[in-house]
């Protein structure tokens, strides 16, 4: 069946480093992925998807591509900062959803 | 308006209280989805709802009924729950349901943290 993996956490940066949270994905078919993000004490957000191989999602300086030969969607980010402190979740979608176990992220000052 | 609204935030109830979790969206949206998260993992899907009609229950205990009383609106009602049934519930909506070209873009809510005494 389809499942996906990320790395584990926590993840601790400092201010301006660069972020890269690995995901990587098993399917059948042709899904969308996506990563979504949780702040503290609320739901889950969308922050970028690509709905098919070698597309690049983007956001809020965020990128993730969509590599198919190594069924991958790992998340960058050149430079943090403390407000992107959060649980990251990769996913994908076929006939549902399915998330990642997530990732914390912690960026300190 | 782009919002999921949940109510209430935060609920405490007792095993053998009735209580209902609810949940409103006014985006238009045709398929409504209830998750359980617990701390520190991932959000478990429950039901989703697909044009007012239940189209998946994930083997979800019948203490947990779900309800769609219009497109707009989704309920969960709670009666006879365990300690173990605490944690984040979660509503979220997307545009069309299960199996259409945007399954996986979900808007959620921020969230009714459920505690079970």
């Known amino acids: 069946g389809n499942s996906v993996t990320q790395m584990e956490g926590p993840v601790t940066l400092s201010e301006e480093a660069f972020l890269t949270i690995n995901c990587t994905y098993t399917?059948?078919?042709?899904?969308?992925l996506f990563w979504y993000v949780q702040y503290p004490g609320e739901g889950l957000q969308l922050l970028l998807k690509a709905t098919k191989a070698d597309d690049k999602g983007s956001n809020k300086g965020f990128e993730a591509t969509y590599r198919k030969e190594t069924t991958s969607f790992h998340l960058e980010k050149g430079s943090v900062q403390v407000s992107d402190s959060a649980v990251y979740f990769c996913a994908l979608s076929d006939d549902k959803i399915i998330f990642g176990k997530g990732t914390r992220l912690h960026i300190l000052p | 308006d782009t919002e999921v609204t949940q109510t209430p935030k935060h609920l405490v109830m007792g095993m053998t209280n009735k209580k209902s979790l609810k949940c409103e969206q006014h985006?238009?949206?045709?398929?409504m989805y209830w998750y359980k998260q617990k701390a520190k993992k991932p959000p478990e899907l429950m039901f989703v709802?697909?044009?007012?009609?239940?189209?998946i229950n994930e083997s979800v205990p019948s203490r947990f009924s779900p309800e769609c009383p219009n497109s707009s609106l989704l309920n969960l009602h709670l009666h006879a729950l365990q300690p173990e049934d605490s944690a984040l519930y979660l509503c979220?909506?997307?545009?069309?349901?299960?199996?259409?070209?945007?399954?996986?873009?979900?808007?959620f809510g921020e969230g009714s943290r459920l505690t079970v005494l």
């Open positions: 399917a059948t078919g042709y899904p969308s």
């Open positions: 985006m238009g949206h045709r398929a």
């Open positions: 979220a909506s997307s545009q069309d349901g299960p199996n259409s070209a945007n399954t996986g873009e979900l808007f």
């Open positions: 709802y697909s044009y007012e009609k239940l189209s």
